[in-house]
């Protein structure tokens, strides 16, 4: 399997305390991968070492392949980044700001108006950047990243700061990229809500440590179901099947069981009744992605 990102064993400690501990990060072409984690979770520290803004206390990292202890320059001329709030001259407009930028770069001129329709900034183009809200002002950093055509765009919790309708553009926007200009994307967020409906792989890191790095749908097969029992007088049903030696919990009124076979649902239903109790409903509640999402990085166990 060809890895665009590869990492082995990456490490980072500062003074005593290890950020990145071990960190195995497979990432493949045209990929959406949803770097995920926490607060403190070490997810800057690791796009830092990716993208040599800081140097790993040990292990390896493979970007196209290739060390990038070895082939730094040429490989960072392939990437694009955005990590922390980008910085503008907020008294030039858009296209101004992406100009002085694209002189550095000495990409051709065409390519501003290729990267502002990209971000759908072609009719702000003009206006001035300090007028920009919080959401256009990340599609400009995205833009300005997209300049010198990469081949992966890293970017770190670019939808920080947002409401739901910038959240909507940033992800409508990540999404065209992989299909429409061949790019591969790492998107590091510690909400998955906010990136699961456009991540094709999720890396879940807690404490510096991957605890789960595959597909979104097999993230999904992580979810348990719950079954709930609505009764009458639910606290007393639930001491009767405490009492006949069934695992369940009594939760608002309802008695809840973390895992129930059909043989189980209909013993537990036969004890109910000979007890005297009306069963009036059996249902069964899926756990949604950020339920398992908080649950693997509140244990922090791998799985
Ligand atoms: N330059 C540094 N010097 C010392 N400690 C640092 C440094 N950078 C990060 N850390 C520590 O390393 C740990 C990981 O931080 P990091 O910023 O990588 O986490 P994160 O997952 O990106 O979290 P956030 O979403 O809050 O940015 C934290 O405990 C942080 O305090």
């Excluded at 392939?78 to 002085?100: D, R």
């Excluded at 920009?132 to 300049?147: D, E, H, V, W, Y």
């Excluded at 597909?215 to 009767?240: G, T, Y």
Aim: contains cysteine.
């Amino acid at each position: 399997m060809e890895y665009i990102v590869q990492t082995e064993n990456l490490s980072k400690q500062f003074g005593k305390e290890q950020a990145v501990s071990g960190l195995d990060l497979k990432i493949r072409k045209g990929e959406i991968y949803g770097f995920l984690g926490p607060n403190g979770a070490g997810k800057t520290t690791t796009i830092r070492m990716l993208l040599g803004l800081m140097k790993p206390t040990s292990g390896k990292i493979k970007i196209f392949q290739k060390d990038v202890t070895k082939d730094r320059i040429k490989i960072l001329s392939k990437i694009g980044s955005l990590v922390e709030n980008p910085s503008y001259y907020p008294h030039l407009t858009a296209y101004e700001n992406l100009e002085a930028l694209r002189k550095i770069l000495g990409v051709p001129k065409s390519r501003i108006d290729e990267v502002l329709e990209i971000v759908r900034l072609t009719e702000a183009a003009n206006k001035k950047v300090k007028g920009f809200s919080l959401g256009m002002k990340q599609r400009l950093g995205i833009a300005a990243s997209l300049l010198h055509n990469p081949e992966l765009l890293i970017l770190d919790e670019p939808t920080n700061g947002l409401d739901p309708s910038g959240i909507i553009e940033i992800r409508n926007l990540i999404k065209r990229l992989p299909s429409e200009y061949g790019m591969t994307v790492v998107i590091s967020s510690h909400l998955l809500s906010e990136i699961d409906q456009m991540a094709t792989t999720v890396g879940i890191v807690s404490k510096g440590k991957m605890i789960f790095q595959d597909s979104i749908e097999a993230m999904r097969m992580h979810a348990q179901p719950k079954v709930i029992f609505k009764v009458n007088n639910s606290e007393q049903a639930w001491r009767s099947l405490v009492a006949n030696g069934i695992k369940a919990e009594c939760k608002e009124g309802q008695i809840v069981l973390d895992e129930c076979s059909d043989e189980k649902v209909a013993q537990i239903v036969q004890i109910l009744v000979q007890d005297g109790f009306s069963v009036y409903r059996v249902e069964e509640e899926k756990q949604s992605l950020e339920d398992i999402f908080l649950q693997m990085t509140a244990g922090v166990q791998a799985i």
